[in-house]
């Protein structure tokens, strides 16, 4: 599914993000604090659009995805010589254990078929003392706000798709998979 929609990922984000996930992009940097000279494993990094956010201090970041696709077309985009596109698998890390300064995952632990196996990882590859950071939409509170996050993810979201992008099927599986598990707003 990323495969088909990694060409026009970013441009949707920033669509039906109305431009919020560069600002959370930006405090996921800030949690994630990368020093020059460490090492940050960016994992589910798609095209890496928050990988480059890490490696403006002088860090290493490795942008890992399964999808062959999102890392082809980020890696056309990306020009920053501090960021390495890796394929893996979250579930099966072709890393070493401590192997990373920082670890962290955006908008991805919900895409993984098993996000427990996919954390155990995340804190293997981890060294002692490192950090671990993840940036994931939760519920809205108050109920309504929630109810009405809800309808714009399932009608709003898939129109909006549908004139932007050819493959606005994939979006309309995103939206529901959102909708069934997660909800608005970074946690
Ligand atoms: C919504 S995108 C997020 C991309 C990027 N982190 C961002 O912030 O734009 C979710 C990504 O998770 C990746 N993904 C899902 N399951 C995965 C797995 N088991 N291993 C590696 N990547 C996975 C998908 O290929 C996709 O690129």
């Given at each position: 599914?990323?495969?088909?929609?990694?060409?026009?990922?970013?441009?949707?984000?920033?669509?039906l993000s109305l431009?919020q996930d560069?600002y959370w992009?930006?405090m996921?940097?800030?949690?994630?604090?990368?020093?020059?000279?460490?090492?940050?494993?960016?994992?589910?990094?798609?095209?890496?659009?928050?990988?480059?956010?890490?490696?403006?201090?002088?860090?290493?970041?490795?942008?890992?995805?399964?999808?062959?696709?999102?890392?082809?077309?980020?890696?056309?985009?990306?020009?920053?010589?501090?960021?390495?596109?890796?394929?893996?698998?979250?579930?099966?890390?072709?890393?070493?254990?401590?192997?990373?300064?920082?670890?962290?995952?955006s908008f991805?632990l919900r895409?993984?078929?098993?996000?427990?196996?996919?954390?155990?990882?995340?804190?293997?590859?981890?060294?002692?003392?490192?950090?671990?950071?993840v940036c994931e939409f939760s519920r809205l509170r108050p109920p309504a706000l929630d109810a009405l996050y809800g309808q714009y993810l399932t009608r709003v979201l898939?129109?909006?798709?549908?004139?932007?992008?050819?493959?606005?099927?994939?979006?309309?599986?995103l939206a529901a998979g959102l909708d069934a598990g997660w909800m608005a707003g970074p946690g």
């Amino acid at each position: 599914m990323f495969d088909a929609i990694a060409d026009r990922y970013d441009l949707m984000n920033d669509a039906l993000s109305l431009g919020q996930d560069r600002y959370w992009r930006s405090m996921v940097a800030r949690a994630v604090g990368a020093r020059p000279g460490e090492t940050v494993l960016d994992l589910a990094a798609g095209t890496g659009t928050s990988s480059v956010t890490f490696t403006r201090s002088g860090a290493r970041c490795i942008a890992c995805d399964f999808s062959l696709g999102m890392l082809r077309a980020g890696a056309r985009r990306q020009r920053d010589p501090g960021v390495a596109f890796v394929a893996g698998d979250a579930l099966d890390l072709p890393f070493a254990d401590g192997a990373f300064d920082a670890v962290t995952i955006s908008f991805g632990l919900r895409n993984v078929a098993d996000p427990d196996a996919a954390l155990a990882e995340l804190l293997r590859v981890t060294r002692p003392g490192g950090r671990l950071v993840v940036c994931e939409f939760s519920r809205l509170r108050p109920p309504a706000l929630d109810a009405l996050y809800g309808q714009y993810l399932t009608r709003v979201l898939p129109a909006v798709a549908r004139l932007l992008s050819p493959s606005a099927d994939a979006y309309r599986a995103l939206a529901a998979g959102l909708d069934a598990g997660w909800m608005a707003g970074p946690g």
